[in-house]
């Protein structure tokens, strides 16, 4: 009795652990798309690019970092400035305070942009958390399915934020992304399909088609099945214009 019960015990463990050893690597999957899309041209570079009615700036100095976003309005051209020690607003070259609430408020909204035009640059940093979810079909391309949470350490302001990304398993690139975030009234979540996609300076950028669920009684990771059954109402367009690249 005592044998059979230690071969079942050792074919189980047999299984799981042919299991694991298949289960691709989230790590080894951005790592690799990452790669594909520029790697480690990201960390030393300019990137300037427009962005509906305003223009961005990021430059990055392997780890420190310097987002800027610039436009008008009524009280002349507003500059908003994130780095590494804070953020800082200035109005017609002039620096202003701002409440500590609008400094979360700006810092989040300058981050985001920069954070979505580079993308999947800045998926292996610390705070970041990788899950395989699965392969899957998507329009008839073949994709790694990877959950993406943040710690609440190093995480930024949207920590909470949870993202999925499908990863092309020939090219490494990602095409489609998904992420839910805090809503006033709960949670929201958005669907992006990628396209328009260039090369500057053997950099690659996108731009996205921009969807949301028609209610809100669905799960993050079901929304590429909802694309494809067309139950997703289409938002808007997210370009990037006048993008250069310099080292």
């Known amino acids: 009795m005592r044998k059979i019960i230690y071969i079942i015990l050792s074919t189980t463990l047999f299984i799981f652990s042919c299991k694991q050893r298949n289960t691709p690597d989230a790590a080894t999957i951005v790592n690799k798309s990452i790669e594909v899309s520029g790697g480690h041209l990201f960390d030393n570079l300019t990137i300037e690019f427009d962005f509906r009615d305003k223009h961005y700036k990021a430059i990055r100095n392997n780890g420190k970092f310097q987002y800027e976003r610039v436009f008008s309005d009524s009280l002349g051209i507003i500059k908003d400035v994130l780095y590494n020690k804070g953020f800082q607003r200035y109005i017609n070259e002039i620096p202003v ?19 979505f035009s580079v993308l999947p640059y800045g998926l292996n940093a610390p705070a970041v958390n ?24 190093g995480g930024g302001e949207d920590f909470d934020d949870v993202f999925v990304y499908w990863i092309h398993t020939e090219t490494n690139k990602v095409e489609y ?23 500057i300076n053997t950099l690659r950028f996108v731009d996205y088609n921009n969807y949301k669920p028609k209610t809100k009684n669905v799960t993050l990771e079901n929304l590429d099945n909802l694309f494809e059954k067309g139950d997703l109402d289409f938002l808007s367009k997210i370009v990037l214009e006048n993008v250069t690249v310099t080292f």
């Open 97 to 115: 305070e701002v409440s500590d609430n609008k400094s979360k408020e700006y810092s989040s909204s300058v981050n985001s942009v920069h954070y």
């Open 130 to 153: 990788k899950f395989y979810l699965g392969n899957v079909d998507v329009k008839g391309e073949n994709y790694h399915k990877l959950k993406v949470t943040f710690n609440e350490k």
């Open 177 to 199: 992304l998904a992420y839910s975030y805090s809503e006033e009234d709960g949670i929201g979540f958005r669907f992006r399909e990628a396209y328009n996609e260039r090369n």
